[in-house]
């Protein structure tokens, strides 16, 4: 069984307290998966993959532009996160699912997103050797970003999904390090035919997908 809350808007950080607390939970306690959909104010996130050149201006232009800058234990590189964008990060224990696989995990978080995006309207697909899911009209465009942390085989971090017009705040990044691969989103995606209150739609057909593949 899965879990999903909605917590709104938090901070980075207060997040990060959040999910340490639930594997840890779940670890002792034998808790629920979880899966945990929130919005940040801006932040640029630095995964252990990440390296100092796809970050695109310095640390105190981020300060002035209202951008916090943290440094996690999560794999890939560097990520923007902000209002507009819906994050998920799920606390769960792999061996649930048989034996661990995180190569698993990553496919089966991309699957469920990809499930969520066409109840939206919106084709998406994976690209092989790459983690995320991605778009093509008609080039190819990231439309979500995953990048996850593991402890005793229970996963945290997650995934964020690009839903929101603005896409500014990933001019500061080279988003995973990938130079050759420009940011989407689902407004930007569905154009003229976004319906009105998307933000809560994407909300409901991610926690409609999830729930389903990890039921």
């Known amino acids: 069984m899965l879990v999903v809350e909605w917590l709104g808007r938090l901070g980075y950080r207060e997040a990060l307290g959040l999910q340490q607390r639930g594997v840890d939970a ?3 306690e034998g808790a629920p998966d ?3 959909l929130l919005e940040h104010a801006p932040v640029v996130t630095l995964g252990r993959s990440a390296r100092p050149e796809h970050l695109l201006v310095p640390e105190a232009e981020l300060a002035r532009r209202g951008i916090e800058l943290v440094a996690v234990a999560r ?3 560097v990520s923007f ?3 507009g964008q819906l994050v998920g990060y799920l606390i769960a224990d792999l061996t649930r699912q048989g034996a661990p696989d995180l190569h698993a995990h990553l496919r089966g978080i991309e699957a469920a997103l990809g499930r969520a995006l066409g109840a939206l309207g919106v084709p998406s697909r994976a690209r092989a050797g790459l983690t995320g899911v991605f778009v093509e009209r008609p080039e190819c465009r990231k439309i979500a970003s995953i990048g996850v942390g593991v402890r005793g085989w229970v996963s945290y971090h997650g995934f964020a999904l690009n839903v929101g017009e603005d896409l ?4 500061v990044i080279v988003p995973c390090g ?5 940011m989407t989103s689902v407004a930007r995606e569905l154009g003229a035919a976004a319906p009105a209150g998307l933000a809560a739609r994407v909300r ?8 389903a ?3």
Not at 168 to 171: A, H, K, L, P, R
């Open 213 to 215: 593949a990890w039921s």
């Open 178 to 182: 990938l130079r050759d691969v420009a």
């Open 81 to 83: 996160h902000g209002p």
């Open 26 to 28: 779940l670890r002792r």
């Open 204 to 211: 409901d057909a991610v926690a409609e997908a999830f729930a």
């Open 168 to 171: 500014s705040g990933f001019d």
């Open 34 to 36: 979880r899966l945990l």
């Open 75 to 77: 794999g890939g590189g």
